[in-house]
């Protein structure tokens, strides 16, 4: 039989004998903020640490694979210590840069911020299927149209050439599955990163 079973993070650390620093209050998120725009953490500077855990733990002259010999084997492969200076260098520059910035915020630009994510945002994140219709339609150039709410009742987001299509996010491969739920038209499953939406479909379904 199947089981699924799930660890909490703090058990990891305490397996694991690692523990986080302890930082100003809300100053975590922005060092990290600051540090990804810097691109301190580059691999220029830091190597690729998901794949050098993987060496690090087939190095036959650190067979404890501690903590302390993880951090040893890191400055040596690094300059001895050098690369992770150069990455605090960077990110604590940005970090200075993002202080001075955050000095000029104001009240209207935190409604502004407000409005865009309750309004402009969302809105988007709900409708992304109504733009991924559309634009597969314009790119087959047939018609299309969204659904009525008794049609979307029934699991349909639109007709493309008269065809019906749902749109889906990557995720609901596995929702759907979990709560047994019928698909009885063609999916388009799409992901999103930071500046697309990508998706993928067969031009046969719409012919």
């Known amino acids: 039989m199947k089981r699924e079973r799930k660890i909490k993070i703090a058990e990891v650390s305490k397996v694991n004998g690692t523990s986080a620093p302890v930082l100003p209050k809300y100053s975590s998120s922005v060092i990290n903020s600051?540090?990804?725009?810097?691109?301190?953490?580059?691999?220029?500077?830091?190597g690729q640490v998901s794949d050098e855990i993987q060496i690090f733990r087939n190095d036959p002259n650190f067979p404890g694979h501690s903590l302390a010999d993880w951090k040893k084997w890191h400055i040596q492969r690094h300059e001895n210590g050098k690369g992770i200076e150069r990455a605090v260098d960077e990110a604590w520059d940005k970090f200075q840069t993002v202080l001075q910035s955050l000095s000029t915020v104001t009240k209207e630009d935190v409604k502004n911020w407000m409005e865009d994510l309750v309004y402009q945002k969302t809105y988007d994140g709900l409708m992304v299927q109504n733009a991924i219709i559309e634009a597969i339609a314009n790119e087959l150039q047939v018609s299309?149209?969204?659904?009525?709410?008794?049609?979307?009742?029934?699991?349909?987001?639109?007709?493309?050439?008269?065809?019906?299509?749902?749109?889906?996010?990557?995720?609901?491969?596995q929702t759907g599955k979990k709560h047994n739920e019928e698909i009885t038209c063609p999916v388009v499953y799409y992901k999103k990163d930071n500046k697309n939406v990508l998706y993928e479909y067969d031009e046969d379904w719409f012919i």
């Open 144 to 173: 299309w149209q969204l659904a009525t709410p008794e049609q979307e009742s029934q699991g349909i987001d639109g007709f493309i050439n008269g065809h019906p299509v749902q749109i889906k996010a990557d995720s609901y491969r």
């Open 34 to 46: 600051a540090s990804g725009y810097a691109k301190a953490t580059r691999p220029a500077n830091v």
